[in-house]
């Protein structure tokens, strides 16, 4: 995993994901590192950190059902992170692909 691409120059750049209830979108990258608290419905409250911000002005990104789907960079496919929740006003919010991989204690193989 190339933690080079979570620098701030990847600010704006365009990604997508395939998700089980919004199929194929597109994004782009609004939020670069950000904390925040997310509500889950029949789980409670939940603390995150370094999430990234993905949004799309004209359909949501993500939408219940999409959670865990990958989200990728839409020119070279290079996978950044997981939905993990998103909000009513089209913003998504994603856990660091990296972040993911170490505390699996894995590795993408290619």
Partial sequence: MDRSWYAPSAQGQEVTKIGRTTGTTHGRVSVLSFSQFINYPGFGRCFFDDLIEVT???S?????????????TRNDRLGIGMVIAGSEDYKSYVTRLDTILSLLGAEIVT
């Fill in 56 to 58: 799309n002005a004209e």
């Fill in 60 to 72: 949501p990104f993500s939408e219940a059902g999409d959670s865990g789907s990958l989200v990728f």
